[in-house]
């Protein structure tokens, strides 16, 4: 069974981990190619947009894909309406991994706005503010009216922030809790500012916040594609065997 795999997610690697080694699968594993040394990746992997819409119909069309598994991030969503649609079309099978969002408890002192242009309402001119949105969000949040604002980035960056009052720091997820605390410590941040990204992987600086009392920004996810959907990596599996 030919298998394509969108790529860039813990929930992708884990599916890839699983169904790379199943003998009765040929995986091809996709990846956008936005950090420049990815974690690897089991199956054959290719790298790089598709070009467009009808470069990726081409390729999947030649692949002659039976199922294509949609594991990238939740704010990913023009590929997954993309790809929704291209299998709509070619009649392949299509599944969406979309883990559940975070929901407050009585311990966080969470704003949830319903995109990026909704942060700067909630940021004060005295604050610090950190950035864990990754360094794509910056043009849609625009400048923010804050003493200081932060970017977490994976890969160094190609020029200098956008914006005079920021600045970039580098790191590679995950992080610990610990490391998330003593980083939300050291530069004084007064504000966090995150997206409803859900999942396991970049809950740590939410918990670090909570443990701080620091109050969080939460942007809501965009739309995302009709079609079936998996919360989880073992339910996207369920859906492969039953195919
Ligand atoms: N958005 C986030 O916050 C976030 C966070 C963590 C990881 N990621 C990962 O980073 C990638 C890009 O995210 P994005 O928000 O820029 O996506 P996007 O806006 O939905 O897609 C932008 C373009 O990236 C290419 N693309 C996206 N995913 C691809 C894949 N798995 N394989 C091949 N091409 C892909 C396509 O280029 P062409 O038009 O040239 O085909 C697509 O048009 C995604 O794979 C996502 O899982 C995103």
Redesign the pocket.
């Known amino acids: 069974m030919k298998i394509l795999l969108?790529?860039?997610?813990y929930e992708?690697r884990q599916i890839a981990l699983r169904l790379g080694r199943d003998g009765r699968i040929d995986l091809t594993a996709?990846?956008?190619?936005?950090t420049r040394a990815p974690l690897p990746l089991d199956g054959a992997v290719r790298v790089?947009?598709?070009?467009?819409?009808q470069?990726?119909q081409d390729f999947m069309a030649a692949g002659g894909f039976d199922a294509v598994i949609d594991a990238?991030?939740p704010?990913?969503?023009?590929?997954?309406f993309?790809t929704h649609s291209i299998c709509a079309a070619l009649g392949v099978p299509y599944l969406q991994v979309l883990r559940p969002g975070w929901a407050a408890t009585g311990a966080d002192d969470w704003t949830f706005v319903a995109d990026e242009a909704g942060v700067a309402a909630k940021v004060a001119a005295n604050m610090t503010v950190f950035l864990a949105?990754?360094p794509?969000?910056l043009a849609a949040i625009g400048q923010l009216p804050a003493a200081r604002v932060l970017c977490r980035v994976i890969d160094a960056p190609e020029g200098p922030f956008p914006w005079e009052n920021g600045a970039w720091r580098r790191g590679r997820p995950p992080f610990s809790v610990e490391d998330e605390v003593e980083f939300l410590r050291d530069e004084g941040v007064d504000l966090l500012v995150t997206?409803n990204?859900g999942g396991r992987g970049g809950w740590a600086k939410l918990e670090a916040a909570r443990a701080l009392g620091l109050p969080v920004v939460l942007i809501d996810r965009p739309p995302q594609p009709p079609g079936e959907k998996a919360e989880s990596v073992e339910t996207a599996l369920d859906w492969i065997e039953r195919l």
């Open positions: 969108l790529a860039g997610t992708a996709s990846l956008a190619g936005a790089g947009g598709f070009g467009g819409r470069g990726q990238t991030h704010f990913a969503h023009r590929i997954s993309r949105t990754g794509g969000s997206k990204a």
